[in-house]
């Protein structure tokens, strides 16, 4: 069973930092991707953070420099773990809502996973950056 739960959304002034957590639970985690994405109002939903398959991180262009994605294992096998995304000097273009996802690349892929490989999605959380 497949579960991914957000917290720590909230309102935030323009500058300020947030920390956003997602609780995984997922077998065989290592090898799947797992990414932060957002969906601000009127805007199509958008990867802002990810590992791929084989642990390499990366970041959309508008969070570079500003956003860190890390994990922090709960159990030894990493079937449950904590998917953080510290969101530092925010901009009100950050506002949204924030959704953990994971899912599996395909086959010859090289470990990177498209948006349509994100097969398990948590319930979201709202960030507001307000100016």
Known sequence: ???????GGGSV????????FCAVSL???RSACMAWFREGTGKDREVVASYDS???????NSVTGR???SKIAL???YTKFNLILD??????????????????PATGSGGTCRRSDY????QGTQVTVSS
């Open 119 to 122: 097969d398990y999605w948590g």
């Open 13 to 20: 002034q323009a500058g300020g930092s947030l920390r956003l």
């Open 54 to 60: 084989v642990g390499r991180r990366t970041y959309s």
């Open 87 to 104: 969101m530092d000097n925010v901009k009100p273009d950050d506002t949204g809502i924030y959704y953990c996802a994971a899912g599996r």
């Open 75 to 77: 159990s030894g096998d």
């Open 27 to 29: 077998d065989n985690s």
């Open 67 to 69: 956003f860190t994605l």
């Open 1 to 7: 069973q497949v579960q991914l739960t957000e917290s």
